[in-house]
């Protein structure tokens, strides 16, 4: 039983690498016939496949709509259990 621990926890690392990079990589994997329908020349970064599929929203698939949804919750969620930065007092005078 001890060989597979190592193979369980390289597993368990994987997973849990994946998870976190998931939200951002789901939709260009759930919307990879948009994408390749309406964006061929996209550019990763910047929000330039948003900007992209907005106009085509009515022509989604359920899945790619889902998966834009998930990434965006998933990024106000992260949004918001990042503290705010702090921010110097401005000097009064």
């Known amino acids: 039983m001890r060989p597979f621990l190592p193979v369980a926890v390289a597993l368990a690392a994987l997973t849990a690498t994946s998870a976190v990079a998931e939200p951002a990589a789901r939709p260009r994997l759930a919307c990879a016939a948009e994408i390749q329908k309406f964006c061929p020349d996209f550019q990763?970064?910047?929000?330039?496949?948003?900007?992209?599929?907005?106009?085509?929203?009515s022509e989604l698939?359920?899945?790619?709509?889902?998966a834009i949804q998930a990434a965006r919750a998933a990024r106000l969620?992260?949004?918001?259990a990042t503290p705010p930065a702090a921010t110097a007092a401005?000097?009064?005078?």
Request: glycine content about 14%.
């Open 61 to 66: 698939s359920t899945t790619c709509t889902s």
């Open 44 to 57: 990763p970064g910047g929000g330039h496949l948003m900007q992209c599929l907005k106009p085509h929203r």
């Open 77 to 80: 969620e992260r949004k918001q």
């Open 90 to 93: 401005a000097p009064q005078g």
